[in-house]
């Protein structure tokens, strides 16, 4: 999951230097997601483990 955030981030990043701010935004947005995702369930894993 966090693999598929820097990738979309990698790809944002490289979007915006070209100029392509569409698709910049939309992988940004999309990397953010995924990242937000990632960490409720890496909470949820180490929450899990403790019991």
Same mark, same amino acid.
């Given at each position: 999951m966090?693999?598929?955030a820097?990738? $979309?981030? #990698?790809?944002a990043i490289i =979007?915006?230097?070209l100029g392509f701010g569409g +698709?910049?935004?939309t992988? =940004?947005?999309i990397a953010q997601i995924l990242f937000v995702v990632f960490l409720?369930? =890496? +909470? #949820?894993? $180490?929450?899990k483990k403790k019991t």
């Open positions: 966090l693999h598929y820097l990738v $979309f981030l #990698v790809i =979007a915006a230097v +698709i910049a935004g992988s =940004a947005w409720i369930l =890496a +909470i #949820v894993s $180490f929450l």
